[in-house]
Nanobody
Framework: QVQLVESGGGLVHPGGSLSLSCVVS????????VGWFRQAPGKEREGVSC????????WYADSVKDRFTISRDHVQNTALLQMNNLKPDDAGVYYC?????????????????????WGRGTQVTISS
């Protein structure tokens, strides 16, 4: 069973920065991609960014390009999302997810991947 644990959310002013972290419990070879998704109240969950474990290729939603950066720490088996110049529309619960051969949770397809294992989420609040 895949377990994902997010951390790093919080309250920040518009224009501020936050860094989110996601620890993945399975080996690097057991998942194909790790991604970050967010969900604001009353809205559907949307893809923010993801990274391929095999190629290192990255993808971003248009709304966060040039402001967010996704990366992986292979040794710690952790995915990071650096968020800069945060805007009120960036607020929501941020979820880490993987496309894993062992995943058995709800499936959300994004950027060609099938994300099937999810963390519990971390809240990002943006307020002046």
């Amino acid at each position: 069973q895949v377990q994902l644990v997010e951390s790093g959310g919080g309250l920040v002013h518009p224009g501020g920065s936050l860094s989110l972290s996601c620890v993945v419990s399975v080996k690097n070879s057991d998942y194909y991609a790790v991604g970050w998704f967010r969900q604001a109240p009353g809205k559907e969950r949307e893809g923010v960014s993801c990274i391929s474990t095999s190629t290192g290729s990255t993808w971003y939603a248009d709304s966060v390009k040039d402001r967010f950066t996704i990366s992986r720490d292979h040794v710690q088996n952790t995915a990071l999302l650096q968020m800069n110049n945060l805007k009120p529309d960036d607020a929501g619960v941020y979820y880490c997810a993987v496309d894993s051969r062992y995943g058995g949770g709800p499936v959300l397809r994004w950027k060609g991947f099938r994300f099937n294992s999810w963390g519990r989420g971390t809240q990002v609040t943006i307020s002046s």
